[in-house]
């Protein structure tokens, strides 16, 4: 079954600690995008790529950092500069430009910090 | 950046009453999408209406999209409980590759 996955779950970050969240789809798509989504709120996108070793910052990149080294993966970093952390983050993917079609989504890691 | 905007915020009905949100959005469109989410999931894709289009249908759901109005609505018809969740629409902006979302509206199915 073709899809996208998101691992861990659930995430615990200690104070001054970077932890990586992991994001593969097998759907053969282009592009792929990290949103942060706040309870209550909608996505707000941290970074997307729409070609492997290529990526640009979304709207609230500070503090986080991506990398696309397989077409399959896209795993984002949250780093020690991220003052607020904990959210839920969602990794997305679609076919790329121009394709005007629909996003799929992981089902999500909620990231905590403690 | 955020360019649609979901009416109501929060929408409570009875189990087999018809819901109906809106979105609003600022520019030109390529298509405007529906999805949604339940608590504490991903998202999921519900349907996509293209600019050129002013309806389409999917099963209970029902989309329409103004353009000269820069507005959509989404209709369910005979709600059921499993309907509870967040609905949010996304626009694909034209010359911009990225998704723009809206805040969402929270529908909560009483039975």
């Known amino acids: 079954d073709g899809g996208i996955t998101q691992s861990p779950k659930y995430l615990f970050r200690k104070e001054g600690q970077n932890v990586t969240l992991s994001c593969e789809q097998n759907?053969?798509?282009?592009?792929m995008y990290w949103y942060r989504q706040d309870p209550g709120q909608g996505l707000r996108l941290i970074y997307y790529?729409?070609?492997?070793?290529?990526?640009q910052k979304g709207d609230i990149a500070e503090g986080y950092s991506v990398s696309r080294e397989k077409k399959e993966s896209f795993p984002l970093t949250v780093t020690s500069a991220q003052k607020n952390p904990t959210a839920f983050y969602l990794c997305?993917?679609?076919?790329?430009?121009?394709?005007?079609?629909?996003?799929?989504f992981g089902q999500g890691t909620r990231l905590t910090v403690v | 950046s955020q360019q649609g905007e979901e009416d109501p915020q929060a929408l409570s009905i009875q189990e087999g009453e018809n819901a109906t949100m809106n979105c609003s959005y600022k520019?030109?469109?390529?298509?405007l999408q529906w999805y949604r989410q339940n608590s504490g999931r991903g998202l999921v894709h519900l349907i996509l209406i293209r600019s050129n289009e002013r309806e389409k249908h999917s099963g209970r759901l029902r989309v329409t999209l103004d353009t000269s109005k820069k507005s959509s609505s989404l209709l369910i018809t005979a709600s059921r409980a499993a309907d509870t969740a967040s609905y949010f629409c996304?626009?694909?902006?034209?010359?911009?590759?990225?998704?723009?979302w809206g805040a969402g509206t929270k529908l909560i199915i009483k039975p």
């Open positions: 997305a993917s679609d076919p790329g430009q121009g394709a005007y079609t629909e996003a799929f």
């Open positions: 996304a626009t694909d902006v034209r010359d911009n590759y990225q998704l723009i």
């Open positions: 520019t030109s469109i390529n298509n």
């Open positions: 759907l053969n798509h282009d592009a």
């Open positions: 790529s729409q070609i492997v070793n290529d990526f």
